[in-house]
């Protein structure tokens, strides 16, 4: 499910008929949630997203309790523990950098994603909040740096998007 029709269009079109999905958006035009409340999931995908929400945890919180017993939720998330994000946040604050560092140029332009990023977070913040939701952390890596750092990316310093995969734990009695 998507906010925006154009993303459902742009998904179906790249999935094809092939592809066993169902895709619909959040809310339809008078505001009111799609059929997919009614429903659980085995997988739920949250990707770059609840960088740019008010409330996160709400989100997460939703999106848990869409998840069957036993499935995935897998959020990537901007990690504020990289050095490498405070780096790009520090060009993006001061742009006349971007003269003596031609590859940021991409933070000065008008649509950069940091105009509209209201947060970032820490693997251990979310995988707290997580397990209260009755999640528990079944994969945490940290990934994405410029191509001289891509060999040490993995270590939570460096890598700028944190990717966390949950399991929905099963309910025993």
Not at 81 to 87: E, I, K, P, T, V
Not at 88 to 114: K, M, V
């Amino acid at each position: 499910m998507d906010r925006s029709q154009a993303m459902i269009e742009a998904a179906q079109s790249r999935l094809g008929s092939s592809c066993n999905a169902e895709l619909e958006l959040l809310r339809d035009d008078s505001g009111k949630d799609g059929a997919y409340r009614q429903r659980s999931y085995d997988l739920v995908l949250c990707l770059s997203v609840l960088e740019f929400v008010a409330n996160p945890a709400d989100i997460i919180a939703d999106l848990a309790a869409l998840l069957a017993a036993g499935g995935l939720l897998i959020l990537t998330l901007p990690n504020r523990n990289s050095y490498l994000r405070r780096l790009e946040r520090f060009a993006f604050d001061y742009p006349s950098l971007h003269r003596w560092l031609p590859g940021l140029n991409h933070l000065a332009l008008p649509d950069c994603y940091l105009r509209h990023q209201t947060q970032q977070f820490t693997a251990g913040d979310v995988a707290h909040s997580a397990k209260r939701l009755g999640l528990e952390v079944e994969q945490q890596r940290f990934h994405v740096a410029p191509a001289l750092c891509a060999p040490i990316e993995r270590f939570e310093k460096v890598g700028m998007m944190i990717f966390l995969s949950f399991r929905k734990r099963i309910r025993t009695h």
